[in-house]
């Protein structure tokens, strides 16, 4: 049985074009591109597609696009497969992008939250200065032994461990200065990051309490599948931790080595990088020489994987099916009615009204529309509101159905958002 995980990439993904092919090609990544936009006041499609590049390079920007492209991304390849990872992880604000997809963060609160991101970022770059550094051909023992150094010591940091030879460092603009003539002078190479400001680092400390205060503020939901957090590199299922996990994210490092060592321990078989250029498959063969590998943002690697999918109709069986989801929502709930007469009125009786439906549709060989769609969400609020769940857990559910399905745009056209 296949076991797979997305990977979203992060900084360096960007290039004046980057996901237009999906754009016009799905509907539904229009529709990202177009709800990502709106929530941002900014036209993100216009600055993937025609940059310019010295727009995309900004990191206020470069969030938003990089971000909203591995959305959009992933939500094709659940459009053609619908069958839904068991992990997903996301290199630093990639991160984001894997919250959106398990349905943790709803895509316009991320764009909220990144635009604080992307304001606190640039204010402190402003202020502050100091920038990143890749550094590659070098041991994690011979890094560290480099910024031993007085220059350097206390002024610059790892920021991602992204393979046994390959690192992130952040830094003061001058400690960064000597690391790199010493990099240089033992045979490593680099790429400076002019731009960026020290991410991940505890050079950022100054405003890890500010964002941490405004993502108390959001609301989460339930995650459909495991986000591993780049901090720990170990499994989430639980959003409590969100705030404080996404906040320490500013000043603790990418821990990528043990992010695709936990997905190997717990027996994935493919990583597929929901991004628009192959940019982390590299890294984690490195790491993990014998996993399948692909890039669903290349057309070599969708073809690949369209020819696996024909050949391999068992995953058929793990698609989500809208009304079968709904009678799944409407099981799990918990039930607070004391009325037995209410019970088969409001729960029973629209609960075999579903699962009828979706019996003669299938009898039929017919596939469930939007009508049935709509019916059937009726029906499935007939039975919370009877059976006393909350708003706040109804929408949560609702959401996750919607998610599951890859119906939140189709479904907010037809009953309007506060349903949605």
């Not at 963060?105 to 991320?110: R, V």
């Not at 910024?147 to 603009?173: C, H, P, R, W």
């Not at 490593?188 to 990051?193: E, K, Q, V």
């Not at 073809?303 to 099981?331: I, K, M, Q, S, W």
Request: hydrophobic share 40%; aromatic share 10%; net charge negative.
């Amino acid at each position: 049985m296949e076991k797979t995980a997305f990977v979203f990439s992060g900084q360096g993904a960007q290039y004046v074009g980057m996901g237009e092919s999906f754009y016009n090609d799905y509907a539904i990544c229009r529709q990202t591109y177009e709800e990502a936009g709106d929530c941002a006041g900014t036209d993100i499609a216009a600055l993937c597609f025609k940059g310019p590049a010295s727009a995309q390079n900004d990191v206020a920007l470069m969030q938003l696009a990089v971000v909203t492209t591995g959305v959009a991304i992933a939500r094709a390849y659940l459009y053609d497969y619908g069958v839904a990872p068991q992990f997903a992880f996301g290199h630093s604000v990639g991160e984001y992008a894997a919250l959106i997809c398990s349905g943790a963060i709803s895509l316009e609160d991320a764009i909220k939250i990144l635009l604080l991101r992307g304001k606190l970022l640039g204010q402190h770059k402003e202020t502050h200065g100091g920038q990143m550094l890749v550094a590659e051909e070098i041991s994690e023992k011979g890094l560290l032994d480099l910024m031993q150094g007085e220059a350097v010591s206390g002024k610059a940091f790892i920021s991602a461990y992204n393979s046994e030879t390959q690192f992130l460092i952040s830094g003061e603009d001058g400690a960064l200065e000597s690391l790199s003539e010493e990099l240089l002078e033992a045979d490593a190479r680099i790429t400076p990051l002019w731009l960026s400001p020290p991410l991940h680092s505890p050079l950022l400390k100054g405003i890890e309490i500010e964002f941490c205060e405004y993502l108390k503020q959001q609301r989460f939901y339930h995650m459909r599948f495991p986000v591993i957090p780049n901090v720990t590199g170990r499994p989430c299922c639980d959003t409590a931790l969100l705030p404080g996990l996404l906040s320490s994210h500013l000043v603790r490092p990418v821990q990528w080595v043990q992010s695709v060592e936990t997905c190997k321990r717990f027996g994935v078989t493919s990583v597929i990088e929901m991004g628009p250029k192959n940019l982390t498959m590299g890294l984690v063969r490195q790491i993990w020489p014998d996993v399948k590998t692909y890039c669903f943002g290349q057309k070599k690697d969708r073809e690949e994987l369209r020819e696996f999918y024909a050949n391999d109709t068992a995953h058929l069986a793990d698609v989500p099916d809208f009304l079968g989801r709904c009678l799944g929502v409407a099981v799990s709930t918990k039930n607070r009615c004391d009325s037995s007469q209410e019970y088969e009125n409001g729960v029973v009786e629209p609960y075999r009204a579903i699962k009828n439906l979706r019996t003669e549709l299938g009898e039929r060989g017919e596939k469930a529309g939007t009508e049935h769609y709509k019916t059937a969400v009726a029906l499935l609020k007939q039975i919370m509101d009877t059976k006393k769940v909350d708003i706040d857990e109804q929408e949560n559910w609702l959401k996750q159905l919607y998610d599951e399905t890859n119906t939140y745009y189709l479904m907010k056209a037809e009953i309007g958002v506060a349903n949605v």
